[in-house]
């Protein structure tokens, strides 16, 4: 029986060169129900969707990271549209702000980010929410673009509760990973305590953020019983049940039948 998700992977990363087709198998065994592989530029939005079309449990988005917003022109938001009406494609994503790193100056990442809602809006798709060390900003440009109409996640969560609040108050979803299981989760374990089942994603983030206690090795969607488990742990419930309650979500926020699963 399928009951786990992982909402967001890297699965077409150089990392899984060597032996994706065992990380999927793993997948699959683990007991995953969906995959959703996440882009981060207009190259891999296209191998997201070869890679979904050769496996019926893995779907994919397409978008541009904030890292990458300095390379953004003409051409490529029309590549990613290109990418984003293929089939499988469920969300525009990752899309946001990074504020850490500042790969990216922070003017172009606002611009990008309006600009990736704006299409998420046209196609009826909703958005996969990166963001870092720039809570204000993606609040108000999440409020000025409308974005709560799509619908969305905030992927990786990191806040505290009173950034839980404010994420939940825009109509999202909160998905949670590998930090989550951290020995000095603290605030962010607080977080996912008070997230309602019914707003609650489970994440890897694959190849990164492997969860306790595998920290610091390679991670891989099977990995995200780990992240279901310390949820379970913090909300008195089981993994099962949050497992159960994360993979309806994601079908509910990418539109994915709930038809019959094995
Ligand atoms: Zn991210
Ligand atoms: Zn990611």
Known sequence: MSIYSDSHAHLTYDRFDADRDAVIARARDAG????????????DADHCADLAAAHDFIHFTAGVHPHEAKDWSLEVARALERAARRPKSVAIGEIGLDYHYNLSPPPEQRAVFRE????????????VVHTRSAWEDTFAILRDEGAAAG???F???????????????????????????????????????MTPLDRLLIETD????????????????????????????LKGLSPEAIGEAATRNLERLFGLGAGPRS
């Open 32 to 43: 995953l129900a969906h995959v959703i592989t996440v882009s981060s530029h207009i190259g």
């Open 116 to 127: 990736q809602i704006t299409l998420a809006r046209s196609l009826r798709l909703p958005i």
């Open 151 to 153: 619908g969305g996640v």
């Open 155 to 193: 992927h990786c969560f990191s806040g505290g509760p009173e950034e839980a609040a404010r994420a939940l108050a825009t109509g999202f979803f909160l998905s949670f990973a590998g930090p989550v299981t951290f020995k000095n989760a603290g605030a962010l374990a607080e977080a996912a305590a």
């Open 206 to 233: 694959a190849p990164y953020l492997s969860p306790h206690p595998l920290r610091g090795g390679r991670n891989e969607p099977a990995r995200v019983l780990l992240v279901a488990a310390k949820i379970a742990a």
